[in-house]
C-alpha cells in the first residue's frame, strides 16, 4: 500500500473559550508549527449567560477591561439585540493568541483569520472546514460520560461523524 502524501496548510481551530479547547489549541499549534501551516480560529456563538467566565480563561482581567471600555457601545447595542459584528469576542481571541505566542518562544503560528460566527456550533464548524479549505479540524472535548454523554452528544462527536476533514479531538488531561 502506498500512503498518500499528508500536507497541512490550514488548520481550522474550533472553540468554545473552555478550558478543554484552550488545552486543544496548543495541539493546533504544535501541527502549524510542524507543517508550517496557518490557522483559523472559530467561535461559534450561543447564548450563554456565564460568557465573561469562559473569557477570563483566556485573556488577563486587564485585557478583559480593556476591551469592554473600548466595545462599550458595541456590547450594549449588541444585548439589546440591534446589532451583532462580534467585535469584542474577535478581539477576546485576537489577545488570547497573542499571550500564547509570547508564551511561545520556540513555535512559530500564523493566525489567519479569526471568525466569530452565529448558528448551530457544529453546522457552522463544518461549513467553514469546506468553505475555507481547511486540511484538519482541531477541537476540545469536554469528555462527558454516561447518561449526560449519551443523551446530550457533543458538538466534538457530531463534527467527526459528519465532516469529510479529519479531525483532531483533544481531551483535557485527567
Known amino acids: 500500500m502506498i500512503l498518500p502524501n499528508v500536507a497541512i496548510k490550514k488548520i481550522l ?3 468554545d473559550l473552555s478550558e478543554s479547547s484552550t488545552h486543544a489549541f496548543a495541539y493546533a499549534v504544535s501541527l502549524a508549527d510542524q507543517y508550517k501551516a496557518g490557522i483559523i480560529i472559530l467561535h461559534v456563538l ?34 439589546i439585540g440591534k446589532k451583532r ?8 481571541i485576537h489577545a ?8 511561545t518562544d520556540n ?32 477541537m476540545g472535548s469536554h469528555g462527558h460520560k454516561g447518561i449526560v454523554g449519551a443523551l446530550v452528544g457533543s458538538t466534538a462527536r457530531r463534527v467527526v461523524r459528519h465532516s469529510k476533514k479529519p479531525v483532531l479531538v483533544v481531551k483535557l488531561p485527567d
Open 13 to 15: 481551530f474550533a472553540t
Open 46 to 79: 450561543f447564548e450563554d449567560p456565564d460568557r465573561e467566565g469562559f473569557i477570563r480563561n483566556m485573556i488577563t482581567d486587564d485585557q478583559w477591561a480593556e476591551i469592554k471600555k473600548r466595545h462599550y457601545e458595541d456590547a450594549r447595542t449588541q444585548l
Open 85 to 92: 459584528e462580534n467585535v469584542e469576542m474577535k478581539e477576546v
Open 96 to 103: 488570547f493568541t497573542e499571550n500564547i505566542r509570547k508564551e
Open 107 to 138: 513555535r512559530n503560528f500564523i493566525t489567519d483569520e479569526i471568525l466569530v460566527e452565529g448558528g448551530v456550533p457544529e453546522e457552522e464548524i463544518l461549513a467553514v472546514a469546506e468553505n475555507r479549505n481547511c486540511d484538519i479540524i482541531v
